[in-house]
């Protein structure tokens, strides 16, 4: 009887390009962007794949500022570039790929988060902090975490709101277990949010304003119930109902003039995929060169050095030509100083 020598070469191999493959999966995880309300000038229509990092270019560009980064996709048409939106509004949540929304007249959009949503959220603060520095100081930007919310944190557009108790009964959520009821909090909460946008009262300027809310309970109750159970799905109808009377509630305060998106991203998902099986594979002979750290005075050196060795090249290849070019009868103090008839002459 013959006895199978297990290939382990060809295992760690295997183990090495199933770790590559995660780790490209969490630099482009799947998402989704839901349009849910945008002016009368804009006009999105198509599915084309977005990428996250054209989504601030197109949340720019409704805003109508000039974008910085050119881009080939051709979800956006521009109507009208004298009345653009006065307000972006974004929901972000967080751990699963897609809503499943049964809304209608939403545009979707597959979205391929190539990076972090606070990193989207940091570009767009910036933008709007260097055209109108004021705007930002004066809190007509907002980013709200419903978790941090709900654990006990502030925030300035919440201020005052009462978060009422929910007496509603649920199918296949539980409050009883402490995932679904983390969710059910930050639904309470962004349901709350609705109300005090209605009541806000805000004042029209002509100046861009942003609202960025964050909602992670989600990522919890799918970890917990699985990404297609029934309580998964319950929980998605709820963000999505709440996320539409959120929207509704933006576009009463500003007359319309206002664009309501939704990014679904599972990159969280993938980003702890990637770290669990780089722990669990710590003993797997994968060698990895780690990063070499540059100093701040690095690009100067180099710089210098690059510059004054072009330079000297080039002065070493005048010198060779005009050498080459050379009279030694008439150019060259040598040949003069060594030449018969200056020996005659002394």
């Excluded at 974004?90 to 391929?112: A, E, F, M, Q």
């Excluded at 964050?214 to 109750?221: D, K, N, Q």
Aim: glycine share 4%; with cysteine.
């Amino acid at each position: 009887m013959t006895v199978p020598v297990p290939d382990i070469g060809g295992k760690n191999m295997l183990i090495s390009t199933f770790i590559a493959a995660l780790c490209i999966a969490a630099v482009a995880a799947e998402g989704e962007l839901q349009v849910l309300h945008s002016t009368d000038s804009l006009h999105f229509h198509g599915h084309e794949r977005l990428s996250q990092d054209t989504l601030k270019e197109v949340l720019s560009a409704s805003l109508g500022f000039t974008i910085e980064k050119s881009s080939d996709w051709k979800g956006l048409r521009i109507l009208d570039p004298f009345q653009y939106s006065e307000a972006v509004a974004v929901l972000v949540v967080d751990g699963v790929k897609n809503l499943d929304s049964k809304l209608p007249h939403i545009h979707r959009y597959p979205l391929t988060t190539t990076e972090h949503e606070e990193d989207t959220w940091q570009s767009l603060r910036s933008r709007i902090d260097a055209r109108f520095p004021h705007k930002v100081h004066n809190n007509s930007v907002y980013r709200v975490d419903l978790q941090d919310i709900v654990t006990g944190g502030q925030s300035p557009l919440l201020d005052g709101v009462r978060i009422a108790q929910d007496a509603q009964e649920y199918k296949y959520l539980d409050v009883d277990v402490e995932e679904d009821a983390q969710l059910l909090k930050e639904v309470q909460v962004l349901r709350a949010l609705a109300h005090k946008i209605e009541t806000l009262g805000i004042a029209h300027d002509g100046l861009p304003d942003l609202y960025w809310i964050v909602l992670r309970g989600l990522h919890a109750v799918s970890d917990r119930h699985g990404a297609t159970s029934l309580a998964t799905i319950e929980a998605k109808q709820l963000v999505s109902e709440a996320g539409n009377a959120l929207s509704q509630a933006f576009s009463n305060v500003y007359d319309g003039r206002v664009v309501f998106a939704t990014v679904a991203t599972d990159s969280s998902h993938t980003r702890r995929a990637r770290s669990l099986l780089q722990d669990s594979s710590a003993d797997t002979p994968v060698t990895i060169d780690d990063p070499t750290a540059y100093s701040d005075d690095y690009p100067v050196i180099f710089n210098i050095i690059l510059w004054f060795s072009v330079v000297l090249i080039f002065a070493l290849i005048a010198i060779s030509v005009a050498i080459a070019d050379m009279d030694p009868g008439r150019d060259s103090i040598i040949y003069r100083m060594t030449s018969t008839r200056m020996k005659k002459d002394n």
